[in-house]
């Protein structure tokens, strides 16, 4: 398993003041710009959409058109939601 670099604080953005970056481990900012409470749910939930997004590239997860759903369906339940994207 590689390391990853995650974000450890949110940092309210000199030109808007109502927007806010994620402050990654290596003290680089993110491009993007979040409200408050969506870079807060992106702090505390970090790891979770890592590991959602790690899913969906799998192989296991890819489906041919004439394949059955069983591991989308079986993501969609565990994780409560529906999977962003066509499958």
Do not use: H
């Not at 939930?45 to 069983?70: H, I």
């Amino acid at each position: 398993m590689q390391e990853t670099n995650k974000p450890v604080d949110i940092v309210q953005d000199a030109t808007y003041p109502n927007l806010y970056r994620l402050k990654w481990e290596d003290g680089v900012l993110s491009d993007d710009l979040y409200n408050r409470t969506r870079a807060v749910e992106i702090l505390r939930n970090y790891d979770f959409y890592a590991n959602v997004t790690e899913m969906q590239s799998s192989p296991a997860f890819k489906r041919s058109p004439g394949r059955p759903r069983k591991a989308a369906d079986a993501l969609k339940s565990k994780i409560g939601m529906e999977v962003a994207g066509s499958i």
